[in-house]
C-alpha cells in the first residue's frame, strides 16, 4: 500500500452491504482453531490485566477481580504501585471500597491500615504497570511457571500517541475472546458502521503472513463515502491477548492491544470475562502534534468508537461460548 498524500479516500460505486464478497469461504473453522491453539500455548507469566493506569487514583485503590479473586491496587507513598488480595484478612470486609489516604490503604470496616507489604495475614502480589494498563501476576491462577513482567508487545512512544481504554465484560471465557479478534474475516459483514472493502490478505503460515499473524487491508469509515484505507496485522503473544497493529496507511505503528480476562462465574454459574482494550493511536503527520492537545476528547471519542465494537463482538463471543458449552459449537 503506497503512502497517501491525504488519509482519506473517496469510495466510487461501492457495493451495498449484501453485494460484498462473500468471507465464509476463506473463515476456515479450522483456521481459526489452529491460530487458537497457538495463542493458547504460549507463556503469559501468570499475569493478568486489571485496568487502566490512568484509573489508579490518589484516593481509592483501582479494584478487580480475577477468576475469583478478588484483588486491588494502589500507589504507596513513595509513588510505586502495589497489589494484593482485595479482601480484609481481618473479617473481610471489600477493600475495594477502602480509601487510601497518603498511600496507605485503610480498611473501612475497623481501621487495619495496609503499606503494601505483608500484614496480618495480607500478602502483597506482583505488580506491573506499563505506562497504559496495570497487570496483577496470581502464580496460584495461572499455574505457569512466572516471569518477572507481563509479555507487553512494542507500542508507540506514549509522549507522541494518545492512549484510551476500554473495559467490558460478558457471559464467556478469554478464549471466546482472542477467537473473536482472530476471526478478522467478519469485521465488514458485522461492523459495516466501521469497517469496509477488507480484505485478509495473508494468514499464518503463507508468505505473506507477518510474525504467525493475519494480514488485513481494510478501510475505516469516517462518514459517508469517505474511508480510511490502511493495513493490520494482528497477532497473539500471549494467551489472552491479541494485537492490531498498523503497518501501512493512516496512523502507522498504531496499536490496539485487546486483553481478556477471566473473572469468575455470574450467579447462573455462567463464566465472565474482561475486556480490557488499549488503543494507542499516533501519527507521522504535523497535525497529529496539534490533534494531541485535545487529548481528552479523543480519548473520550476513541472509548465509544471501542465500545460500540465491542457490544456487538461481546454478542459473538458469548454467542460462542453457548454454542460451545451445550456441545452445538460447528467450529
Same mark, same amino acid.
Given at each position: 500500500? &503506497?503512502?497517501?498524500?491525504?488519509?482519506?479516500?473517496?469510495?466510487?460505486?461501492?457495493?451495498?452491504?449484501? &453485494?460484498?464478497?462473500?468471507?465464509?469461504?476463506?473463515?476456515?473453522?479450522?483456521?481459526?482453531?489452529?491460530?487458537? &491453539?497457538?495463542?493458547?500455548?504460549?507463556?503469559? #507469566?501468570?499475569?493478568?490485566?486489571?485496568?487502566?493506569?490512568?484509573?489508579?487514583?490518589?484516593?481509592?485503590?483501582?479494584?478487580?477481580?480475577?477468576?475469583?479473586?478478588?484483588?486491588?491496587?494502589?500507589?504507596?507513598?513513595?509513588?510505586?504501585?502495589?497489589?494484593?488480595?482485595?479482601?480484609?484478612?481481618?473479617?473481610?470486609?471489600?477493600?475495594?471500597?477502602?480509601?487510601?489516604?497518603? #498511600?496507605?490503604?485503610?480498611?473501612?470496616? =475497623?481501621?487495619?491500615?495496609?503499606?503494601? /507489604?505483608?500484614?496480618?495475614?495480607?500478602?502483597?502480589?506482583?505488580?506491573?504497570?506499563?505506562?497504559?494498563?496495570?497487570?496483577?501476576?496470581?502464580?496460584?491462577?495461572?499455574?505457569?511457571?512466572?516471569?518477572?513482567?507481563?509479555?507487553?508487545?512494542?507500542?508507540?512512544?506514549?509522549?507522541?500517541?494518545?492512549?484510551?481504554?476500554?473495559?467490558?465484560?460478558?457471559?464467556?471465557?478469554?478464549?471466546?475472546?482472542?477467537?473473536?479478534?482472530?476471526?478478522?474475516? =467478519?469485521?465488514?459483514?458485522? =461492523?459495516?458502521?466501521?469497517?469496509?472493502?477488507?480484505?485478509?490478505?495473508?494468514?499464518?503460515?503463507?508468505? /505473506?503472513?507477518?510474525?504467525?499473524?493475519?494480514?488485513?487491508?481494510?478501510?475505516?469509515?469516517?462518514?459517508?463515502?469517505?474511508?480510511?484505507?490502511?493495513?493490520?496485522?494482528?497477532?497473539?503473544?500471549?494467551?489472552?491477548?491479541?494485537?492490531?497493529?498498523?503497518?501501512?496507511?493512516?496512523?502507522?505503528?498504531?496499536?490496539?492491544? /485487546?486483553?481478556?480476562?477471566?473473572? #469468575?462465574?455470574?450467579?447462573? #454459574?455462567?463464566?465472565?470475562?474482561?475486556?480490557?482494550?488499549?488503543?494507542?493511536?499516533?501519527?507521522?503527520?504535523?497535525?497529529?502534534?496539534?490533534?494531541?492537545?485535545?487529548?481528552?476528547?479523543?480519548?473520550?471519542?476513541?472509548?465509544?468508537?471501542?465500545?460500540?465494537?465491542?457490544?456487538?463482538?461481546?454478542?459473538?463471543?458469548?454467542?460462542?461460548?453457548?454454542?460451545?458449552?451445550?456441545?452445538?459449537?460447528?467450529?
Amino acid at each position: 500500500m &503506497k503512502p497517501r498524500r491525504y488519509p482519506l479516500s473517496l469510495r466510487r460505486n461501492p457495493p451495498r452491504w449484501e &453485494k460484498q464478497q462473500p468471507t465464509w469461504r476463506q473463515a476456515r473453522p479450522g483456521a481459526i482453531a489452529e491460530a487458537l &491453539k497457538r495463542a493458547q500455548a504460549r507463556p503469559s #507469566g501468570n499475569w493478568y490485566v486489571v485496568g487502566a493506569t490512568r484509573d489508579v487514583r490518589e484516593d481509592r485503590p483501582l479494584s478487580g477481580t480475577v477468576a475469583g479473586h478478588e484483588v486491588v491496587v494502589w500507589r504507596a507513598a513513595d509513588g510505586r504501585l502495589v497489589a494484593g488480595p482485595g479482601i480484609c484478612p481481618h473479617l473481610g470486609a471489600p477493600l475495594a471500597d477502602s480509601p487510601v489516604r497518603c #498511600g496507605t490503604l485503610v480498611c473501612h470496616w =475497623h481501621g487495619m491500615a495496609l503499606e503494601g /507489604t505483608p500484614f496480618a495475614g495480607w500478602d502483597p502480589v506482583p505488580v506491573h504497570d506499563d505506562g497504559v494498563l496495570v497487570w496483577v501476576r496470581l502464580d496460584a491462577v495461572g499455574g505457569e511457571p512466572p516471569l518477572d513482567a507481563p509479555v507487553v508487545p512494542a507500542r508507540p512512544r506514549l509522549s507522541g500517541s494518545v492512549a484510551a481504554v476500554y473495559s467490558g465484560i460478558g457471559a464467556c471465557e478469554p478464549e471466546d475472546i482472542v477467537a473473536n479478534r482472530l476471526d478478522p474475516w =467478519h469485521g465488514a459483514w458485522f =461492523h459495516p458502521h466501521s469497517f469496509v472493502d477488507l480484505t485478509v490478505a495473508g494468514t499464518p503460515g503463507t508468505d /505473506t503472513s507477518d510474525d504467525d499473524g493475519f494480514t488485513v487491508d481494510v478501510s475505516f469509515k469516517v462518514a459517508g463515502r469517505l474511508v480510511v484505507p490502511v493495513r493490520a496485522v494482528f497477532t497473539s503473544p500471549e494467551p489472552r491477548t491479541i494485537v492490531m497493529r498498523i503497518t501501512d496507511g493512516e496512523g502507522r505503528g498504531s496499536v490496539v492491544e /485487546t486483553h481478556a480476562t477471566p473473572l #469468575g462465574p455470574d450467579e447462573r #454459574g455462567r463464566p465472565r470475562t474482561a475486556v480490557v482494550e488499549a488503543v494507542m493511536a499516533s501519527s507521522e503527520r504535523p497535525g497529529f502534534a496539534v490533534a494531541r492537545t485535545a487529548a481528552p476528547l479523543l480519548r473520550r471519542l476513541m472509548v465509544a468508537a471501542t465500545g460500540r465494537l465491542w457490544r456487538e463482538d461481546l454478542a459473538y463471543a458469548e454467542r460462542r461460548w453457548l454454542l460451545r458449552s451445550t456441545g452445538r459449537f460447528p467450529g
